[in-house]
């Protein structure tokens, strides 16, 4: 196998010896690039862009061609599954994703099956191997999904943005009910990441974007569980490659010792959480991602220097940091203020890695 020009990110993961922290961004393919605008006018809509393998290449490769990432992060949506299930995924305008028939009868929920991501989702797949085509062993390509828990939220409310009243009624009042649709969507994601590092994924995130609406005993039962149950069933190799995997729970700052526990390589954070401290509670059993605030990024390029500065010096010396936003980046971001920070991330972390190119790091490698 070809090997990769840049390997930083995974090696990251992994928490062996880089020469910096590498770095890439939430949402790097996304409304605030005009380029990314005119292809999302050109393919129609969003549910179109998504589902056409040649719109979603180039949106992929979009944020590439402006700044030097250390990664490529599949265009798609973490919706796609219950979408696949048939609940009827639409976008509002300005009012963001809805589904034509949320989960509400127990008969309905009962009904529910595993999508089979070799047909039901396979423009997902068509676009992973085409990405990785084009990427050509350039950066790594990270594929994704949603949370088991967060799916849920879609699938039961009907819509984003909510008070999570549908979802948690069902949760305290029927337990059951809501325990049968995250299994079965634990099961879908589990097939639909490992079809993804089938056709090229190198990486896998699981994005938890709801969880920390959750108690902390729910948490531990509706959420976290279910994230474990996928890690357990994920392909940890796609021949003689390792692949990591990523879990982000936003909100999550509390579980921090639990979610290291689930068996992912690494643990996302949100802007919430210090990285010092949180370096603190997982020791070496993960790697960490993040986890500057987004908003930082409409600021000027010094002050986003020193914000990035102050997160590394956090983390301190040695591998198993990805640096990344504590959430997406916003559409109304200045596309030079994302390359700011890229390049003040590259230039100022590689003095906390010299240990680790001079042979001494401190911290373990894993895989």
Known sequence: MTRLKNDTLLKALLRQPTEYTPVWLMRQAGRYLSEYNQTRARAGNFLALCKNPDFATEVTMQPLARFPLDAAILFSDILTIPDAMGLGLYFAEGEGPRFERPLREEWEIRAL???????HLRYVMDAVSQIRRTLDNRVPLIGFSGSPFTLACYMVEGAGGTDFRQIK???????????????INAQAVTAYLNA????GAQAVMIFDTWG???SHAAYQQFSLRYMTQILAGLRRHQGAERIPSIVFTKGGGLWLESIADS???AVGLDWTVN????????????????NLDPAVLFAEPEIIAAEVEQILADFGEGSGHIFNLGHGISQFTPPENALALVEAVHSL?????RAD???????????
């Open 113 to 119: 099956t595993v999508p089979d991501p070799a047909v």
């Open 169 to 183: 009624t069902m949760l305290y009042r029927r337990p059951d009910l809501l325990h049968h649709i995250l299994d």
């Open 196 to 199: 993804q590092i089938e056709s």
């Open 212 to 214: 920390g609406a959750l």
């Open 263 to 265: 068996g992912c390589d």
């Open 275 to 290: 990285i010092a401290d949180a370096r603190r509670r997982v020791g070496h059993k993960v790697a960490l991602q993040g």
């Open 349 to 353: 972390s590689r003095r906390f890695h």
């Open 357 to 367: 190119t001079e042979g001494g790091s401190i911290s373990a490698a894993s895989g």
